[in-house]
T-cell receptor
Framework: SQKIEQNSEALNIQEGKTATLTCNYT??????LQWYRQDPGRGPVFLLL?????KEKRKERLKVTFDTTLKQSLFHITASQPADSATYLC??????????FGQGTELSVKP | DAGVIQSPRHEVTEMGQEVTLRCKPI?????LFWYRQTMMRGLELLIY????????DSGMPEDRFSAKMPNASFSTLKIQPSEPRDSAVYFC????????????FGNGTRLTVT
């Protein structure tokens, strides 16, 4: 079955630096991949979608890459701010058409 | 747009009791999803509906779980009887349709079964 792996350890960075989060997947080649942000006590919020024929997608300070050879997506936040502190989840549609999520990586940006 | 609305926000119940979680999707969205989130297993898809019809309930853990969508603006997830291992945060999400549409999540119901 399809599996998504994200760094389970929290990522701690200094304000102003670039945060890079990793999402690896196995046993499947999805046509596209989504990234969500989740704050404590809230539901996930959609951020970006990237398709398999798009190497890179940008939205303001966010950048997502999609390497179908490595089966990996990287999520970057440039000029990070304390307000970016949250858990970030990647998700993909599996072969059964269901949207499955990784466990998420918690990001903490210190001032 | 009020977003996806779930109720209650918190539910504490005793083992063996019936629990009903409620969801109002975003108006105009054709697909509705129920997820469960725990520290150990993350977000798990329980069931999803398209145009009020259940499409895939293979994620429903046991017969104790049931979900209904009587109309386009309301869905329920029922657990009967509840057990302590059902304790989790239950999310409802909706989307405009199938395919690449992103999901819009509610803020969840935190269920504690003692």
């Amino acid at each position: 079955s399809q599996k998504i792996e994200q760094n389970s350890e929290a990522l701690n960075i200094q304000e102003g630096k670039t945060a890079t989060l990793t999402c690896n997947y196995t046993n499947y080649s999805p046509a596209y991949l989504q990234w969500y942000r989740q704050d404590p006590g809230r539901g996930p919020v959609f951020l970006l979608l990237i398709r398999e024929n798009e190497k890179e997608k940008r939205k303001e300070r966010l950048k997502v890459t999609f390497d179908t050879t490595l089966k990996q997506s990287l999520f970057h936040i440039t000029a990070s701010q304390p307000a970016d502190s949250a858990t970030y989840l990647c998700a993909l549609y599996n072969q059964g058409g269901k949207l499955i999520f990784g466990q998420g990586t918690e990001l903490s940006v210190k001032p | 747009d009020a977003g996806v609305i779930q109720s209650p926000r918190h539910e504490v119940t005793e083992m063996g009791q019936e629990v009903t979680l409620r969801c109002k999707p975003i108006s105009g969205h054709n697909s509705l999803f129920w997820y469960r989130q725990t520290m150990m297993r993350g977000l798990e898809l329980l069931i999803y509906f398209n145009n009020n019809v259940p499409i895939d309930d293979s994620g429903m853990p046991e017969d104790r779980f049931s979900a209904k969508m009587p109309n386009a603006s309301f869905s329920t997830l029922k657990i009967q009887p509840s057990e302590p291992r059902d304790s989790a945060v239950y999310f409802c999400a909706s989307s405009p349709g199938q395919g690449t549409s992103p999901l819009h999540f509610g803020n969840g119901t935190r269920l504690t079964v003692t």
